[in-house]
């Protein structure tokens, strides 16, 4: 379940973001200076998983260790 949520959570980081850049218009501003509006959303969905997965995966352990438990 939580996976499942992880996933849920960070496309729907990436939709509003690329809603939200298209809107303001940040898509053909990128356009003009020769930087690809698809490849931003990809680098931003890379880096976005990677931090939340690393986040997923040690938050058990911490709270574990920080209420000193087994």
Do not use: C, E, H
């Not at 379940?1 to 850049?21: D, G, K, Q």
């Not at 490849?39 to 058990?60: E, R």
């Amino acid at each position: 379940m939580r996976i499942l949520l992880f996933l849920a959570t960070n496309l729907a980081v990436i939709l509003v973001a690329s809603f939200t850049l298209k809107l303001l218009g940040v898509d053909s501003y990128l356009a003009q200076n020769g930087i690809q509006y698809g490849s931003l959303l990809a680098f931003a969905a890379v880096f976005g998983f990677a931090g939340a997965i690393v986040s997923l995966l040690i938050s058990k352990p911490v709270a574990k260790w920080s209420t000193k438990q087994r």
